[in-house]
């Protein structure tokens, strides 16, 4: 029988069912701050969506869309990093299995 | 009290906290709002997924039966899994199957159904709306905001799971440590019911649910888990936060070391990915649910409040959530009544959770989480059963020890003292 292929992050969450919201983020960085902190890099390795990168000039990159609404990231940023709070009623990730 | 309301009670969040809240409240003939913020009930719901389900009988007679679950689980296997090997107690048990202990859910399935009996009981369900805020009058909640909308009720129940923001903005919450929470990261992954039935040796709607300690989770706090539905896996990681930042390791690789391990391989081979997915849960309960529960107005239950007990070999919410949800309605039930919303009556709900099996398990597991903190248990202990069981079934043609010999051997090699194994142990009585 065909071992079970582990696909890429991406890949996977692209089989996930979302409601995007194309207006309006629910995460916002502070730069300034995330930078002092290095805050990014806990962020990139933490998030299982991989909704953060940290780009070559040091800023952290937010792919919103991803997001599995888990709260991780809040609970492990230092105070201020992250502004974050559920998207609007019926948007983000829609779990058919959960 | 006459003034004027649009709803009784007010319900946030429509997890199984929320919908059996709702439920029981309605059934009692009180008119209750329960506002969601997923589009579909139980679209943003998820969790491990066995579900210490007797509870529910009190709610919905003969629930296994007519909920959607999964399969009952009569199978519980333990394993202590290193890089290279792993030493399980695999206990199946016909008695768990009657009557019905524990069931696997998936909580997209379940919690649409429950949300569909709270409508049936007569409750207004309203999904796709986020509630913003408390409305605060003269120190008491008397409704929320929720978009652009003003809901007035006698009553608030904040149901909105472990971020709940509703308790940090009542002031009953603030930043969690990070030691009280685990990320949660799963995969659920179809099998063929014959393969799935073969594999994991069970058969008709029985099912088998594995918990992992050790390389699993790359010596991170915390475990794996695999529990079988009805034709597919949940399979994941539990990580507790402090010690997944310590580590350094990525979450997703934690979990996709998991689904490459060579014990788990052969177990998910030949299956597709039907969903990743990801939730925090609670890792200290008794040390979270020591707050307040209540302000004039105000019941916060399940999770939001911090009712999940990790054992270590099982993660109990679902039906901590349950139960604090009844403990909650009747007190709910005896404020309308009265019609007395202050503290005092608000506080009825703790003695309800106190007499029931929530309180009194929250205190009986009050020191499990310390006792889980001993960094051994996902590390060492697991390489020195093996090592136990290398020594006995490993024939090399040297001449034969006794097992006590071969136990203090591999307890010699190993990194632990015998002292700290005796302290493991007694910690371990005491705790669990
Ligand atoms: C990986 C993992 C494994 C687990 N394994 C198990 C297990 O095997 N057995 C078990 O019993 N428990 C397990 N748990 C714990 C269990 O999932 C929770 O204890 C349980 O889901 C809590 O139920 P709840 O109703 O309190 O909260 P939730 O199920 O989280 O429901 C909260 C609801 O509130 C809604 N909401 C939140 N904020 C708002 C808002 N502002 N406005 C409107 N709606 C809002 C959400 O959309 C959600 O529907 C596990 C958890 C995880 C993460
Ligand atoms: S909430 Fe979870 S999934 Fe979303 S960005 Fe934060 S850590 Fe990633």
Redesign the pocket.
Known sequence: MAEFVIDSVPARLAGNTYNLDEDESHIEVDQELARRTGAGKLLERICPAHVYTVEADGTVSVEYAACL??GTCLAMAPDGVLKWH?PR?SFGIMFREG | MSQEVDFEVIV?????????CAHTLAQHGREVLL????AE????????????CRVMEQVFPGFVDVAPVERRITRNCVSLVNPGSHVTIDYWDKRLAEPVN?V?VL?AKL?AWLLEQCEEAGVTVMPG????SLIVDGGRVVGVR?HEDELRCHVVVA????????ARQAGIRTKEPMKHL?????SVIGLDRTVLEDRFHVRGNEGA?YAMVGDCTQGVAGGG?L?TNDESVSI???MRLDDLEKSGLSSSDIHDHLLAHPAIVPLIEGGTLLEYG?????EDGPAMTSHDLTRPGLVI?????G??LNTGL????????AG??LAAAEAIRRALDAGDFTQAAMDEYRRQLDAGFVGKDMATYSRTPAFLERPRMYTDYGQLAADVFHGVFNHDLTPRRRMLRVGLDALKASRVKLTEVMGDALAGVRAL
């Open positions: 609404e888990c559920y009623g | 946030i969040g429509g997890g199984v906290a929320g919908a059996v506002i969601e913020r997923g009930p139980g679209s943003k719901n998820l969790s491990g997924g066995v579900f210490y524990a696997s909580r919690d709306v986020r509630v913003d929720a149901a909105d799971g472990v971020n709940s923001f509703i685990a990320l949660g990261v799963k649910a888990f529990y994941g990681v539990v990801c939730h925090l849960t609670i239950i399940g999770d939001a409040a009712f999940t099982t993660i109990r919410g679902m039906d901590l959530a604090s949800a």
